[in-house]
């Protein structure tokens, strides 16, 4: 996931504040999961399957939330209007790629209604499972927004703009 945001930021950082902006939640969001997973290079603090402190799983939902919230209120709209102004293929794009992105945001806003307020006994059981599945979905997520990016910066946007 990382190294995928390296390269996004590689290749259109500069070309749009709202991207940067993006890219930049889109950071905060991996550290967050990274940290809540306990990926490297954070270690768990016990050896055994506890929860992390609530304090942390509220934040990283709230983190999640606004990630999702700057991605369809903010660039998806600005890269389907650009799109419907300057080209069939990519309005073409734009839609077919917006409602698989929108089966992330359906179990994104799953884990956050089960996980960002108190977690009972039964919740607790699934929470790694759910992580997990999250965790893939983001990544399939952030490949698809990044095939809305990269026609926004290559067919519609001149190197000097930025809003």
């Not at 550290?31 to 490297?40: D, I, M, N, R």
């Not at 402190?53 to 990630?67: K, P, T």
């Not at 991605?71 to 650009?82: A, K, L």
């Not at 009972?120 to 599945?133: C, E, K």
Request: hydrophobic letters at 35%; one cysteine or more.
């Amino acid at each position: 996931m990382y190294t995928r945001l390296q390269n996004a930021r590689q290749q259109w950082g500069g070309s749009l504040t709202a991207i940067d902006n993006w890219l930049e939640e889109r950071q905060q969001l991996i550290v967050s999961y990274c940290k809540l997973a306990a990926l490297p290079p954070f270690d768990k603090q016990n050896s055994d399957q506890q929860l992390p402190e609530q304090a942390h799983i509220q934040s990283f939902c709230q983190i999640l939330m606004d990630y999702l919230s700057a991605g369809h209120f903010e660039v998806y709209d600005q890269i389907v209007s650009q799109c419907e102004v300057n080209g069939h293929d990519s309005k073409s794009l734009a839609e077919n790629l917006y409602p698989r992105i929108s089966v992330s945001t359906d179990l994104a806003l799953e884990f956050n209604d089960s996980y960002a307020e108190q977690i009972d006994d039964a919740g607790s059981v699934d929470f790694d499972a759910h992580l997990s599945r999250l965790g893939q979905a983001l990544e399939e997520r952030f490949s698809l927004e990044d095939e809305l990016i990269q026609t926004l910066a290559t067919r519609h946007v001149s190197p000097s703009v930025s809003a």
